[in-house]
């Protein structure tokens, strides 16, 4: 039996490859306009001032996010873009691309909080990383997000 090739790739916007930035905004595409039937402005000017970090399975992208340098989204660094395949949920690929993301932002930018706008199904899955719930229920592209911030 074969094991699948697994692994973590962290890149600029500028050493993107033209393969590997067609995957991240398919998959961008693919959840965030078509699965969640949200239209709205994906390429935001965040992604050249953003890490990259992708996770790939047997030359697949998996899930992706970006790690958002302090002052760009938020006063606090950020993880943003978080997506995971539709076909490899439940894999545990999102666990590990946060786990991830928490270790590598640190490395990048400090050991600084790091907040996020989550989606308010995710609640749970992102207080168990250590981010808690800080403010009001929004409303962003018609969906419900709250803010979370792992201090």
Not at 42 to 49: R, V
Not at 127 to 132: I, K
């Amino acid at each position: 039996m074969e094991t699948a090739t697994a692994y973590f790739l962290l890149k600029q916007f500028e050493n993107l490859t033209p393969h590997e930035l067609y995957a991240i905004l398919q998959l961008r595409n693919e959840v965030f306009v078509v699965e969640q039937n949200c239209v709205f402005q994906d390429a935001d000017n965040k992604d050249q001032s953003s890490l990259h970090l992708m996770y790939w399975k047997n030359n697949e992208l998996v899930a992706y996010c970006r790690l958002v340098p302090p002052g760009i989204a938020y006063e606090e660094m950020s993880i943003g873009r978080v997506v995971s395949s539709p076909y490899h949920r439940k894999s545990g690929a999102g666990r590990h691309l946060i786990a991830e993301a928490i270790q590598l932002i640190h490395e990048q930018f400090g050991s600084k909080p790091i907040r996020i706008g989550a989606q308010c199904y995710l609640i749970k899955f992102y207080a168990s990383f250590g981010f808690v719930e800080e403010g009001e229920i929004y409303l962003e592209d018609g969906i419900e997000h709250i803010e979370m911030v792992r201090y």
